[in-house]
C-alpha cells in the first residue's frame, strides 16, 4: 500500500517537494546577505562620507553610526 500510495501521491508531492526546496534556497540566500559584515561596513562608510561631505550633522552621525555598530555586533553574535 506504501508504494501505491506514493505513487498515486507523486504528482503532488514532487512540485510540493521542489517548493519547498526552491523556499530553502532562498531563505538562504536572505540569510547570508542580511548577515554580512561588509553590508555594514559599507553603511558606516556611506555615513562618514556624507558626514565628511556636510550632507549631515554630526549629531545624526553618530546616532546613526550607534545603529549601524549595534547591527554590527549582533551579526557578530549571531555568527559565533
Do not use: K, S
Not at 33 to 61: C, H, K, M, N, S
Amino acid at each position: 500500500m506504501g508504494l501505491l500510495r506514493t505513487l498515486l501521491t507523486l504528482p503532488i508531492a514532487l512540485p510540493l517537494n521542489g517548493i519547498g526546496w526552491v523556499a530553502g534556497q532562498v531563505a538562504q540566500a536572505v540569510d547570508q546577505q542580511w548577515y554580512d559584515p561588509r553590508r555594514v561596513e559599507a553603511a558606516l562608510l556611506a555615513l562618514e562620507r556624507r558626514l565628511e561631505a556636510g550632507e549631515i550633522t554630526e549629531a545624526e552621525f553618530e546616532a546613526a553610526e550607534a545603529e549601524q555598530l549595534a547591527e554590527l555586533a549582533a551579526i557578530r553574535a549571531a555568527r559565533g
